[in-house]
């Protein structure tokens, strides 16, 4: 066993906080043709229509919005999605917050 693996393996505890990561694979064919129906200085990036889609799931699926405590599921009130973003010349990222999701269109997260 590598000594990487070993490492990794001492290091390992369990998690923290209730936290669900999945890797999807999409076709976004059509979600591109959509971006290129706007013009050019308004298009939204792919990331608002990520974000405005999780807000929609996570409006369907309520009981995953939510936060465990003293054992007990408390739902939250609102969607509130984080999403990464480079900002300014040097590309540098960014943890943006966006609010009440379920309630913005694409061009109120894009903007």
Not at 17 to 28: C, D, L, P, T
Not at 38 to 51: F, G, K, S, T
Not at 79 to 97: D, F, S
């Amino acid at each position: 066993m590598s000594n990487r693996r070993k490492i990794m393996f001492a290091s390992w505890s369990p998690p923290s906080e209730g936290v669900i990561q999945a890797k999807v694979e999409v076709n976004v064919e059509k979600v591109l043709d959509f971006i290129q129906s706007y013009p050019e200085n308004e298009r939204p990036l792919l990331q608002h229509i990520v974000c405005r889609a999780g807000s929609e799931l996570l409006k369907e699926a309520s009981d995953l919005n939510g936060k465990i405590v003293f054992g007990k599921f408390l739902k939250y009130q609102k969607i509130n999605l984080g999403m990464l973003a480079q900002i300014g010349p040097t590309k540098e990222m960014v943890n943006l917050l966006v609010e009440d999701c379920e309630h913005k269109t694409i061009e109120d997260i894009r903007d």
